[in-house]
Each structure stands twice: as C-alpha cells, then as structure tokens.
C-alpha cells in the first residue's frame, strides 16, 4: 500500500538545485545558499566551527540564549571570545559594536542573532553591519527567527553567514535550514585546518563537493519530506507575497501589545521598535503559573512560560507562521485573561483595533 508521506521518487539534484535558488531569491541574496540537512544549530555550529580557530578573536553579541551558545562553541574551538552582552529586553546598538569593535582589531568574527523568540526582542541589524563592516569582521547572522517575520536584506547588511531556519515565521519544516555564505567566508573557511571536513558540519564539503561540482550530484541522500515541505513552503510564501506574510507577523505583534495592554500587562520588550514580530513577551508575576492557567483555558492557546529564570516573570505569546493571524492572537489574549481572571473583552476590543489600523 502506498502511503502520503513515503515512496517518493529519490529527490533529484536539479530538484534540491531549484530549491537552493528559491531560498537565495527569498533573501534577496547573489551569496551561495546551502541547504543544510537539519534544524538550524548545524549550520549555525558549522560556521562557527568552520571560522573559529585558536589564535581568532570573536565579538559575541549576546542579547538571549542562543548568543551563550555561540560563546560556548567559540571557546570550544579555541577562539578568544569577546563577550557583548546586552539586557535581553532591549536591542544592541550599533554604538555598542563599534565601541567593542574600536582597539581591538584582531576581532575578526562576530555573531549576532537578529530576532530572538525567546526573549521577544531584535536588533538593527543594517547599522550593527555597518559598524562590523567598518572594522573588517566576517558577521555571522542568526536569522532563524527572523526570516518571513521582518525585513532580512544579508547582502545589502554585509552579513557573511546568514543562517535560517523554516520553522518560525516561515511556517515551514524544522529539519531543515539554510546559510548564505560570502566569498569572504568562503575563503576563511578554506584556510582554518579546523574547519570541519568530511563532516556532517561541513560547510566546506558541501563547496567542494556540491557548488564547485556544479550541482550536480548531492553528498548524501537529503533529508526528503523536509525538501519537500520546505519547497511547499517557499510556494506558499511566494503565493502571499513575502511583504505580505512579513505585515502579518507585525499586525500579530501590534495586537498582541495593544491586548496585554488592555489588561495591564506591561510588554517585556519596552521599545516597539526593539520588539521582535515573531513573538511578543510580557512581564507576569508568577509566569510559570499564569500560563499553566492558561494553557488549562485554552490547550491550543500559542503562549508558554519564559525559559530558565524568565520562568518566574515572562510570559511569552508566539505569533509566527500561520499563528500571526487575528484569531490566534485573539486565544492566545483570551486564555491570559481566564488565567488572570479579568474581562477579555477590552483586550479583544484593543487588539482588534491594532490589528486593523497595522498596515497589511
Ligand atoms: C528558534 C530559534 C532557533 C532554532 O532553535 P529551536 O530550538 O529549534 O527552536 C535558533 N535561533 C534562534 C534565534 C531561534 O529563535
């Protein structure tokens, strides 16, 4: 008997090729893509591993927990790493990177994590590229969170190492993700003798083997159902309009606000501006309850305590893929308030407003 989810075809190179071209259009960039076969923290550690070295030094924006675990894989290839650590309600600042950056010109990495979900914040990345470019630095960009949520422009950044994942506000799969890769960095891994070779968290192998052979023949056979789903993905992208997905995700911040609002939840974020669209975080006394609470009301409601200490005072309410849409906004706001035992009415009422008066 033949079942929807198994035997397909083999997936053909030229199919994997077109796939590739499609998430280079997506991020508008003339960089090679690879397509790497697993949830983003393989390209994320590959390019890590594939430019840090002992003798390098790392400037490490860390504005939430996926910037510590950056750190972490730096030491552990021997890097000198500069931590920059910034409050995880606010943004960093292109201030702040010169100024790290300024005296220091060994620094020749940095990494920064655009959007955060964790913490529901994201930083300006054109103006920190500025200040990186400025000094010279290969920049690594944690996109994940970020890609399909809000504007991502890697090439006009100078962002080297772009890494994406489909599973926030792509609404795609999460086995497989994605990195641009500049010449620069390119070059920079083809001459570290510790970059990962013959390695699953080879990029390099994936150069040689993949791009330089003309894509022609594929080092392994790929991760299937997520190339599939990820292609379907990219389809229904494209049938939106990537702007158009992008205004969703903001509108489903901007109710999300305006609803917590209107029950006296002040927003963990403060600034709008510094606020990521993929996900708004609120400050909750007693959080982990509150959302207990919560998810009792409403199972299906997108919202969960913060990770770690956040758990004690952050509530977070995810509005990504086919989440940031008006009626999930709407369950997500309905159980907080059945979980605080006030009226959901103003709240809807406010959301409501906010999402009509966000440009769409
Ligand atoms: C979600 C996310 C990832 C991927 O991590 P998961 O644990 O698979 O969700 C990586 N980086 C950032 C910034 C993210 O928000």
New binding site residues.
């Given amino acids: 008997m033949t079942h929807p989810l198994l035997d397909f075809p083999p997936l053909t190179a030229e199919r994997f090729a077109s796939i590739e071209r499609r998430v280079a259009e997506l991020l508008s960039t003339r960089q090679d893509v690879v397509i790497t076969q697993g949830?983003?923290?393989l390209p994320l550690e590959g390019c890590i591993r594939s430019c840090a070295r002992p003798g390098s030094t790392a400037l490490n924006v860390v504005t939430g927990p996926?910037g510590t675990t950056f750190g972490n894989w730096l030491r552990d290839c021997g890097a000198t790493v500069v931590d920059l650590e910034v409050p995880f309600d606010t943004a960093a600042t292109a201030g702040q990177v010169a100024a790290a950056l300024a005296g220091r010109p060994e620094i020749d990495f940095v990494s920064l994590?655009h959007a955060?979900?964790?913490t529901g914040n994201t930083n300006p990345v054109a103006e920190i590229g500025e200040a990186v470019r400025a000094h010279g630095a290969l920049f690594m960009l944690?996109a994940?969170?970020s890609v399909g949520a809000e504007p991502l422009l890697p090439d006009a950044w100078g962002v080297d190492l772009c890494v994406i994942?489909a599973?926030?506000a792509m609404g795609g799969p999460?086995g497989v993700s994605a990195v641009s890769v500049s010449d620069r960095a390119w070059a920079r891994f083809a001459e570290n003798p510790a970059a990962p070779r013959r390695s699953y968290l080879s990029l390099l192998d994936w150069k040689e083997r993949w791009i330089d052979g003309g894509r022609t023949a594929l080092l392994h056979a790929p991760a299937q159902l997520e190339m599939l789903a990820l292609e379907a993905c990219l389809d229904r992208i494209a049938a939106e309009g990537l702007p158009v997905v992008e205004a969703r995700h903001a509108a489903a911040a901007a109710a999300t606000r305006a609803g917590a609002a209107a029950m006296g939840l002040a927003p963990y974020v403060g600034r709008v501006a510094e606020a990521a669209p993929v996900a708004t975080t609120l400050r909750v006394a007693d959080a982990s309850l509150v959302a207990a609470k919560a998810l009792a009301a409403d199972p299906a409601a997108p919202l969960a305590a913060g990770g770690g200490a956040l758990a004690k005072e952050m509530v977070r309410v995810n509005h990504y893929g086919r989440a940031a849409s008006l009626p999930v906004v709407r369950s997500a706001l309905g159980a907080l308030a059945a979980a605080l035992g006030v009226e959901a009415g103003p709240a809807l009422g406010a959301a409501d407003a906010a999402w009509e008066a966000s440009p769409r």
């Fill in positions: 949830e983003a923290l996926y994590v955060e979900a964790a944690d994940v969170a994942g599973q926030k999460a």
